[in-house]
Nanobody
Framework: QVQPVESGGGLVQAGGSLTLSCTVS???????MGWYRRALGKERELVGL???????GSADVDQGRFKIFKDSAKNTVYLQMNSLKPEDTAVYYC???????????WGQGTQVTVSS
């Protein structure tokens, strides 16, 4: 069973930084992995993704403040967030899509709260 598990969320002041981690357990053939977020009362947004070739996809959020990278040896994807704003407050979800059946697996989400 493929299972992403996020960590690293919490409360941070505006202007601060936070790095989220997502470690994926189980056997799978990677197609892509990345992060979405959902703020209260808003639509889900793509924060960033990495394909198996290391390419990044188009995101819905400001890419100048967010960086996504992975450690393939650890099956872990990271989301480094800088210059955080109150509007970045959301639950951040990690996902992985495996290549064989293009099935997606999601983590339980981690709350990020940015205070003003």
């Amino acid at each position: 069973q493929v299972q992403p598990v996020e960590s690293g969320g919490g409360l941070v002041q505006a202007g601060g930084s936070l790095t989220l981690s997502c470690t994926v357990s189980g056997d799978f053939w990677l197609d892509r992995m990345g992060w979405y977020r959902r703020a209260l009362g808003k639509e889900r947004e793509l924060v960033g993704l990495l394909t198996r070739n290391g390419n990044t996809g188009s995101a819905d959020v400001d890419q100048g403040r967010f960086k996504i990278f992975k450690d393939s040896a650890k099956n872990t994807v990271y989301l480094q967030m800088n210059s955080l704003k109150p509007e970045d407050t959301a639950v951040y979800y990690c996902f992985v899509r495996e290549r064989k059946y293009l099935r997606e697996y999601w983590g339980q989400g981690t709350q990020v709260t940015v205070s003003s």
